[in-house]
């Protein structure tokens, strides 16, 4: 999985509505790493997203793997490429397994029950994710973080390299959010490509190889983080001066 | 989901067995006559069918949109489909009434009368879903759903009150109108069958695309489901199975809506258990219910449809209480 990735190339994207929110973008995620996007709220980062997504109307150029993403079905879409939201809104009594399952149906005939290698696939997914759950528990009923991990695991099933989360740590306590930074650290260096909305800028310090600071629907800057989250940029996207005393960092324990 | 899932079936099927029974003995006249006994038997399981038919319809149509929704409250009589096939149907027998009985004498009314149900079912769902748009919340879908039943129904009524001229045409109206699966015979089970089978295998083929929907639209779409063609089919066979279930049994209510959450408590969200569980329980029910029409010591005989409403308001109630008090746990 070497090389390769999500490349836009003044790339625009549009509501429903027609209103344009993401105005000839150009960036690159690379394939074995964590890309943050950050910004502002209303900067366009979740519409991005689903622009890649097939969510909402994109003009431009949009390549995965230098494939061209506009002309893929809806079905080669969801082969390639897998999304977390920040809360899924999952309806009804559905456990665990069924919703690791849903990862599966692009895979399989929609009258067809999951086989035997969707099932290694699913649990292969939900182990990776360090999951010991019973499969048949409600998802509603597990935590946040726990059900993130679920909806890691279901984008994992769906065998797509290339993941895009939305915020993912947002109701996440801080455990729960570096377990999940350690997943996502994991699946990098298996070579996916990991995309990722970020709020919290120290997060996006720990967490992002390569930083895209979104303001107005235009990139702002991008770099590493060090590169971007600097006193300017700062100052001009989020109008706060940026203070560096230390702070505090967590990690997870070592056993 | 509470229980396994082998005695659900066991007890449906017991249902259907008791059901037909009681179907077949229910009734003024005596099925041990000899002399009537074929004419009652041909009758009793015509009518049987047909209430059969009509609750299954009503309930797996009730699935469909409860899917299409993400909703377990939508059912086709809550969201004005069924008000709208019954008008339909009732335009239907004024115009041919009216006019065609006298310019094509040849042509029967059960032959236009699915037309009608599925044109006035079509339209009302069309009317919903541009009003409400594609994922309304749980009281704007109720709250249009009960005006658009509302304004279906009186309009219905003012159809009616033209027709009370001619007393045949009123009454047949207004049988059509409370529901009432009496005088209907095989041309219009053999008319309502297909659009149950087609409606039925439909689900069943899209089932794991409506399992998907569960999460929502946008996450749905990304795992690989074509929502809009999703979308458009339920909506199409949703008024199909509305449409037939009013032309055999005219306006039936709540079997859509109680028959498949009081099964999903057992079989869980997944749609295709659901939705042959739904067909055999919402036959079940109706079936019932038109065996008490039968049986209730009245003058005159009960519309199906008031005893369904009797039955199912209580039970909507309290399943609209168990939602909103597991809402406020989770």
């Known amino acids: 999985m070497g090389g390769g990735g999500l490349t836009m190339e003044s790339l625009s994207v549009r509501l429903a509505c027609g209103h344009i929110v993401i105005k000839d973008v150009s960036l690159r995620c690379e394939r074995g790493h964590i890309t943050g996007l950050i910004g502002p709220n209303g900067a366009g980062k979740s519409s991005l997203i689903k622009g890649v997504l097939g969510l909402l109307r994109v003009s431009g150029l949009l390549q995965l793997d230098g494939d061209n993403v506009t002309e893929f079905s809806s079905i080669q879409r969801a082969k390639k490429l897998a999304y977390v939201p920040q809360q899924s809104r999952v309806e009804g009594d559905l456990m665990v397994q069924q919703v690791v399952d849903q990862g599966r149906f692009v895979h399989r005939s929609p009258m067809v029950r999951p086989s035997r290698l969707d099932r290694e696939i699913t649990s292969r997914s939900l182990e990776a994710m360090g999951l010991k759950l019973d499969p048949m528990r409600r998802f509603r009923e597990l935590s946040h973080g726990e059900q993130q991990r679920v909806l890691l695991a279901r984008a994992l099933a769906t065998e797509a390299t290339t993941i895009l989360l939305d915020e993912p740590t947002a109701s996440l306590d801080v455990r729960q959010a570096l377990v999940l930074h350690r997943h996502l650290h994991s699946l990098k260096v298996r070579g996916y490509c990991v995309v990722v909305v970020l709020h919290d800028l120290n997060e996006v310090k720990q967490l992002a190889d390569h930083v895209v600071l979104l303001h107005r629907g235009k990139v702002e800057r991008a770099g590493t983080a060090d590169e971007v989250i600097t006193r300017q940029p700062i100052i001009d996207v989020y109008g706060v001066e940026l203070v560096e005393r230390g702070g505090i960092v967590f990690s997870l324990p070592e056993t | ?330």
């Open chain 2, 1 to 330: 989901m509470s229980k396994p899932r082998v005695p659900i079936w066991i007890v449906l099927g017991l249902a259907l067995t008791l059901s037909l029974v009681l179907s077949m003995f229910a009734g003024h006249g005596d099925l041990y006559d000899s002399a009537l006994w074929s004419t009652f038997l041909q009758l009793r399981l015509y009518r049987f069918f047909a209430s059969f038919l009509a609750g299954g319809a009503l309930a797996v149509g009730g699935v469909l949109v409860q899917g299409l929704f993400r909703n377990p409250l939508a059912s086709p009589s809550l969201i004005g489909t069924s008000a709208g096939a019954t008008l339909g149907g009732a335009m239907v027998l004024l115009v041919f009434d009216i006019y065609l009985v006298k310019r094509v004498p040849w042509l029967p009314a059960e032959l236009l009368l699915p037309l009608g149900c599925l044109t006035g079912a079509l339209m009302a769902l069309v009317i919903l879903l541009t009003i409400a748009g594609p994922q309304p919340d749980r009281t704007s879908l109720l709250l249009i759903g009960f005006i658009l039943s509302s304004l279906f129904l009186s309009l219905g009524g003012l159809l009616s009150s033209l027709a009370q001229e001619n007393w045949e045409l009123g009454r047949a109206m207004l049988v059509f109108t409370l529901g009432g699966v009496d005088a209907k015979g095989a041309r219009h089970i053999a008319l309502a069958l297909p659009m149950i089978v087609g409606g039925l295998i439909y689900g069943l083929a899209w089932a794991s695309h409506l399992d998907v929907l569960l999460t929502g639209d946008d996450e749905a779409s990304t795992l690989g489901v074509e929502i809009y063609a999703v979308r458009r089919w339920i909506v199409i066979w949703t008024a199909v199975l509305t449409a037939a279930a009013v032309t055999l049994g005219g306006n039936v209510s709540f079997v859509g809506l109680i028959i498949p959450n009081m099964l999903r408590r057992y079989l869980g969200p997944i749609h295709r258990p659901l939705l042959l569980a739904a067909f055999l329980g919402g036959g079940c029910f109706v079936a019932f219910a038109d065996v008490l029409v039968r049986l209730l010591p009245t003058r005159g005989q009960i519309p199906l449809g008031v005893v369904t409403s009797l039955v199912g308001a209580p039970i909507f109630l309290r399943l609209l209480m168990m939602y909103t008090a597991e809402r406020e746990r989770i």
